[in-house]
């Protein structure tokens, strides 16, 4: 049946709400909780607790998570229905109590049959600057940017409202996120040049393409948190596949400093990859084993599909035609991992920002700026550096 309750569950006479908070020596790795009876009967009341879970070694807040829980009495007492426990969490980015919340405010507004696109504007005025900030635009996108936001802000039926514009002009609709996309994506370009350019670290391109991860284009379709997906292994950031949900590991390395991927073996005359191409893809396909291996745990435990995953790797520049072609050979030889320059990203980046040009007429109303005027030049952020 689960755990007893003791006395605990029979001192509740009202509904109220319980609060307590851990110190670290008795309960390191949880900071406290928030509880409160929702429903009181004779044999059986249901509980909602509010957890919050902090890391042990930092003290920082890691995550929160909310449960349900339904207490019953039995002739030995009070305890917990283990098969009525619902736990929802805030957990490596899913945010599943605040969709909880969102649904709950917006029930009185769902009245009739369809579907509804339920936005959250709480603080949005506190979050406008830094959105106007985030895109640029040309001052005619931001000045219409600035109207929708300030509509939104306001007008106390700002969510149907953005669901009638959806539902009464879709090309419009698109079109406006469109152009927000447009201006994100073309500042984003602009600083993977400057970055291809400057031969940074490491470090700088993991953290820059996983939040800029459509450059890989439409074959992926969502990022995947998690990336100590096994033991023994901790990947740059795993992609899920649009066409069948399987994921891909992606291993990003350096540009070289525009050194060459394949060296030249002067006494036959032709190339070998080089050592540093070489390291890259073993390192992958060693991950690409230890998946394998571990298979049906994470399938089962995660939810994730890795059966025959498959890998690409990011490495230096394009080169010569020679080196090139060297590097359409060598992946035509591999079977599960793929190697890409820097510049064949940047051409990815660069044809999808074409395409969103040709498909969305708005792009020329509101005349943003061609790619090459954004200002690429300000300083990048140190991913490992806190703010």
């Known amino acids: 049946m689960g755990k007893r309750l003791g006395d605990y569950a029979q001192s509740f006479d009202a509904i109220l709400v319980k609060v307590r908070e851990f110190d670290t020596a008795s309960k390191p790795d949880i900071a ?8 009181k009967m004779i044999r059986d009341y249901r509980v909602a607790t509010y957890w919050t879970f902090r890391n042990r070694h930092t003290q920082e807040v890691h995550h929160h998570s909310l449960t349900l829980r339904t207490i019953r009495h039995y002739k030995r007492g009070w305890e917990e229905d283990e098969c009525l426990k619902i736990t929802i969490t805030d957990q490596d980015g899913q945010n599943e109590m605040q969709r909880l919340v969102d649904f709950l405010v917006s029930l009185p507004d769902l009245c009739e049959e369809g579907e509804y696109l339920v936005i959250n504007s709480e603080n949005l005025s506190d979050r406008m600057g830094q959105i106007l900030q985030a895109v640029s635009c040309s001052d005619q996108s931001v000045m219409l940017i600035a109207q929708i936001l300030s509509w939104v802000n ?12 959806a539902s009464d002009d879709r090309d419009r609709a698109k ?31 993991q953290k820059f393409l996983e939040d800029n991860y459509w450059m890989f284009g439409s074959e992926y379709s969502e990022l995947i948190s998690k990336r100590a997906l096994s033991l023994g292994m901790q990947t740059d ?27 030249i073996d002067k006494s036959h005359n032709n190339l070998f990859p080089g050592r540093e191409l070489t390291r890259a893809v073993a390192q992958a396909s060693n991950y690409l084993s230890i998946l394998e291996a571990d298979q049906y745990r994470i399938e089962l435990q995660d939810k994730l599909k890795v059966d025959k995953v498959r890998a690409k790797v990011v490495i230096g520049r394009d080169g010569i035609d020679a080196q090139i072609k060297a ?15 820097y510049d064949q990203l940047v051409r990815i980046a660069e044809r999808i920002l074409d395409i969103m040009a040709e498909e969305n007429p708005l792009l ?15 300083d990048v952020t140190d991913p490992g550096v806190v703010q």
């Open 32 to 39: 406290g909780y928030k509880t409160v009876v929702l429903r």
């Open 154 to 165: 306001t007008d106390a039926n700002a969510n149907m409202g953005l669901v009638k514009l």
């Open 175 to 205: 079109s406006l996120v469109a152009a927000l996309n447009f201006g994100r994506y073309s500042k984003a370009l602009a600083q993977l040049r400057n970055m291809v350019e400057r031969n940074l670290q490491e470090r700088f391109y």
């Open 237 to 263: 950031f795993p992609l899920r596949r649009t066409v069948d949900g399987y994921l891909d590991i992606i291993e990003i390395k350096t540009p070289l400093d525009g050194s060459p991927l394949f060296d």
């Open 327 to 341: 590097l359409r050979a060598y992946n035509a030889d591999q079977a599960r991992v793929e190697v890409i320059t």
């Open 364 to 378: 020329e109303q509101v005349e943003i700026e061609s790619i090459e005027e954004f200002d690429a030049s300000e």
